[in-house]
């Protein structure tokens, strides 16, 4: 990537669909993403978060961080990194994967997609080319930055696959989640993912970034078969905490950048217990992450519904109401299609057992007069939204 | 209180005498400051020497000095601005630079176009640094515990030591151990692998101190440069409107609205001991004052061998103030501008111009830089912090003109044969020469300079060798050893005989800190109310 010295007169970057993001926006609402100016809303919070639902919805993933990872060791190398075993890992395939330091604490999640058998893409919310970079002695592996030389969309909702098709990319329907495959848009060559980060069916398109424009406008030109709804950040944070996802960096603390001591976070504690392997070999942090296993937890980042639905935002949450403080609420969002208050909070374990019942406590405003409220939560062990349509291969047509 | 005319008196009008004799005045103290120049300040300073155009003559930038004491003393409403800085710069010689941005996507941008790992090593970079400087900041408005005694206040000090420590992990703490005896070279080889980027960050390790980048110790100096803020954003760097002289002005003026009294051209000769007790002063002129406190603003060397009969300093203090480690290293150009200096590197409009600017862009050339010091050369190619504060601040030169200051490092405290005025003019024209090597116009622009070596600073501040942290900050002259083991309390050798200047903890650099927690010690003996602010929590 060539930056020039008159960067500066530019404080947030373009993407290669900024120009069609702006013809979208009424609502001039943009947020920073990783250096690129990107929209919070592009026009009304409500349709976006109801294209992911109920139409689809596209937005611009490019600020995501990206890294191609290839070479003969890459795939040694992979397993070496993260705490998930790799095994089932083959060209054509994307896993969840997450990273740990030597204490087992959480350094980023990203996915991982295998393009073929020696090259991979890695992606995650953080800047990962320091930490990649130092795991990577001894390894004949070459890593190198691609967040700026790779354009990606993300196409979701229930008509995301009728309306690609219609878009003119083939053999969709052979597609399965977490499949990645090549293929074109009407004789665009680009790479095209059945993942994202909304819980819903959904595709994930990667281009060159000459090519972004063309295939935005081929998948726009649907419009009026489907609708299609250009997407912004606020929308995506309500969507990924209905599927219960987590999001490093806002829901823990990333190792590498936390000052205070044990404000950082394993794997286990953030809920993503499930994607460690102890058994796998040796990784980062497998040592300190089989210890924790050993140990009754101390604390789980927990999906709770909270009764009522008066807006949560800032809470802290309590072992019974004016019982004893047991955690705080880190991200939370009212769920327009569960009618319910939704949220991820990190909460300390007593006796190694999570407390209950447990009670959120709130302030709120009403006509700039603040109240303060207690309300009952419900801790949840699956995601709050699955729906079945998600999964089916072929999807269903709309 | 027959027989004194003060309840105290404080030697020296520099930043740290001020904050110390104000805050014994809002206990109630009759307080007189004395100082030899016929201007406040110390190295505080701002004076006019050029018809319109005000020099910071010593200090000249803002980040240390302490909130609390700002805001105990009322210095705002005394006159005192401190404007955030935005930006600091190397040039490198293959007419590029690298800009330290305060706005962060800029910031990363500029660290990726110079090399994407360090961008990213910046995040890891950022947050070590963070946590070295939130648990240094905690002792900064606490005295030292004296960890041999078992007084309960040296014991609950300690404990309050041990506790902060006991926030960091195991590696945590190993790491900080490493930290405070490194050379800031290789610390940061720890991040970085960028050349420029490397000299960028090291250059502040070595301001004022008599050791060079590959030196052990010099890695804590850059928590020096680093630990301050300006309205919570640690590490900025600030200027005060009105130049460094504003500082010293405003606490002068809290100090006499509180009833205190300041005695310019007084120059004290002696600290005046009577039955193992401070009685006064003895000025140049024969005059004496009389006062149960004294408190010396003085460095640990100047007070002890300079200002104290020998027969009042117990034999082995008197050997470590004579081997306290204070050598003079650096040098200053102030500058009277007919205009703006142009930089062609940069592209115009360019908000790099509005903070530091430096010119030396790899290790190699800031080692050799401190090589010629050693040798007891000023540094044919020295490490420059340039800043032209008159962009900001209309109060420092006529509209249209500038005033360019200049810190420089390596400047000897005596060069072969001594220093003359034609190598003072020789040691001002070399760093002219660097930065014209970057800035073609700036030469013709100058209108008036002054140029400050050690002798300078020693013979105009008082400053042993020109030394500005009155005593190098090294970890064996820090905390409870400094200036020297037992007398890190603030308290000398005799009752009533107090030090209050850089050369006590927590150390040089503008911080009113040292002089803070002087007066609080006094206010104890006194067994007065503690006038003195707690530090913010930093939780």
Known sequence: MNIAREHFRQPLGRTPFHERMVALTTSEHWATWNGYKVPRIVDKLSIEYFAVRSGCAVMDLTPMEKYRIEGRDARAYLDRLVVRDLAKLRPGRVTYVAWCNDEGKLIDDGTLFQLDESRYRLCSQHHQLDWLLMSARGFDVGITVETHDVAALAVQGPTSYSVLSEAGIACLGDLKPFDVTRSDCAGIPLTVSRTGYTGDLGYELWMEPGDAEAVWDAIFAVRGRYDVHAMGLNALEMVRIEAGFVMPGFDFNTAEATVRNDHDRSPYEVGLGWVVNLDKGHFCGRKALAAEKARPPRRRLTKLVVDGNRPVGEAFVYAGRNGKQVGEVRC????????????????EFINGKLPEPLWARFDYQRELKWHTAWA???????????????SLTPPARY | MS???????VIGAGHNGLTNAAFLAKAGLRVLVVEKNEYIGGATVSRELYDGWKYSNCSYVCSLFRPEIYNALDLGRHGLKVVPLTASMTFTQDGDYFGSYSEPNVRRRELMRHSPRDADAAVRFDADVMRWCRLIRGFLLRTPPDPGSLKPRDIFEFAYLLKKFHELSETQICEFIRFFTMSIAEYLENYFENETILAHYSGGSIIGTGLGVYSPGTAYVLLHHAMGDVDGNVGAWGFARGGMGAVSGAIASSFRALGGEIRTGADVEQILVAGRRATGVRLASGEEIRSGIVVS???????????????????????????????GSSGKLNIALDGMPTFPALPGGSPLTLGHMHFTDTLRRLERAYDD????????DPYCDFLVPSQYDPTLAPPGKHMATVFVQYCPVEPEGGWTDEKRAAF???????????????????????IRTPRELEDEVGLTEGNIFQGELTFDQLLFNRPFPGYAQYRGPVRGMYMCGSSTHPGGGVMGAPGANAAREILRDLRRPDTTPAEYPDD
């Open chain 2, 373 to 380: 010091w050693k040798d007891d050369r000023w540094s044919a």
């Open chain 1, 332 to 347: 939370t969002t009212w769920s327009p299609i569960l009618k319910a208050n939704l949220a991820l909070a990190d909460i």
């Open chain 2, 297 to 327: 603003n003085l460095d640990a060397r100047r007070t002890f061998t300079r200002i104290m009969d020998a027969d009042d300093v117990p034999p082995a203090l008197l050997e470590r103030a004579r081997k306290f480690k204070i050598r």
């Open chain 1, 376 to 390: 009952e939560c419900h801790a949840q062990s699956k995601p709050f939204y699955v729906p079945a349509h998600r």
């Open chain 2, 3 to 9: 027989g004194r005319d003060y309840d105290a008196i």
């Open chain 2, 428 to 450: 001002g024209q070399t760093v002219i020469d660097q930065v014209a090597e970057y800035s073609p116009d700036f030469r013709d622009l100058i209108l008036h300079a002054e």
